[in-house]
Nanobody
Framework: QVQLAESGGGLVQAGGSLRLSCAASGRTSSSYVMGWFRQPPGKEREFVGIIRWSGTYYADSVKGRFTISRDNAKNTVYLQMNSLKAEDTASYYC??????????????????????WGQGTQVTVSS
């Protein structure tokens, strides 16, 4: 069993930055894919990015602005968000799934791939 807990959300002005954290506990290891998803108000959950054995992979909407990293010693994954826009306003969730090395990163853009989810943290970007 894996438990995930996000933190770091808040209110920020457009153009600003925030760093979200996802602390993992339980049966975690670097062999898990860690994903970030978000759900804007009134919309469906959408893919943000992942980190896995082969590196990172991002949605086009955040590429060049968001960066995912992990600290295996702390069992924590980070989402650094720069140049934030009003359209980045959403609840942000981290998720975990065992990494199948033969599968491409695109496989992990699907939220149904993930076994474990955090409770989410709210990010609000004011314009």
């Amino acid at each position: 069993q894996v438990q995930l807990a996000e933190s770091g959300g808040g209110l920020v002005q457009a153009g600003g930055s925030l760093r979200l954290s996802c602390a993992a506990s339980g049966r975690t290891s670097s062999s898990y894919v860690m994903g970030w998803f978000r759900q804007p108000p009134g919309k469906e959950r959408e893919f943000v990015g992942i980190i896995r054995w082969s590196g990172t992979y991002y949605a086009d909407s955040v590429k060049g602005r968001f960066t995912i990293s992990r600290d295996n010693a702390k069992n924590t994954v980070y989402l650094q968000m720069n140049s934030l826009k009003a359209e980045d306003t959403a609840s942000y969730y981290c998720a975990a799934a065992p990494d199948t090395y033969s599968l491409g990163s695109y496989h992990y853009t699907d939220s149904t791939t993930y076994n474990y989810w955090g409770q989410g943290t709210q990010v609000t970007v004011s314009s």
